[in-house]
């Protein structure tokens, strides 16, 4: 199993990203998945996640009201849309995958999952 994120890049605070993890050998409609993000000498921490069933969802109180997850089961993507960024927003973020059998699980640990892609840097320029 392999995850793609993309999508990440430097953007002026109050502007939008979208990214992207794409994943080969796994379909995202079998697991639940989140993105997570980690800063410079901070430990890694949830940002959103999206249940098996593609509607149920969890977000991080910090970014709630201005990030969307959502899932094109077509392409095989979980996209995570960053809109109103911050300075505090900038990280490596993180797509994390784990195959369950609910339909409405979302895991909020890193621990909890099972897949990881290789992380797509976010800069916001204040």
């Known amino acids: 199993v392999q995850l793609q994120a993309s999508g990440g890049g430097l953007v002026q605070a109050g502007g939008s990203l979208r990214l992207s993890c794409a994943a080969s050998k796994l379909t995202f409609s079998s697991t639940t998945t989140g993105w997570f993000r980690q800063g410079p000498g901070k430990e890694r921490e949830f940002v959103s996640g999206?249940?098996?069933?593609?509607?149920?969802?969890k977000y991080a109180n910090s970014v709630k009201g201005r990030f969307t997850i959502s899932r094109d089961s077509a392409k095989n993507t979980v996209y995570l849309q960053m809109n109103s960024l911050k300075p505090e927003d900038a990280a490596v973020y993180y797509c994390?995958?784990?195959?369950?059998?609910?339909?409405?699980?979302?895991?909020?640990?890193?621990?909890?999952?099972?897949?990881w892609g290789q992380g797509t840097l976010v800069t916001v320029s204040s």
């Open positions: 999206i249940a098996r069933n593609g509607i149920s969802t």
């Open positions: 994390a995958t784990k195959r369950t059998f609910s339909s409405f699980q979302l895991l909020m640990s890193p621990h909890d999952y099972d897949y």
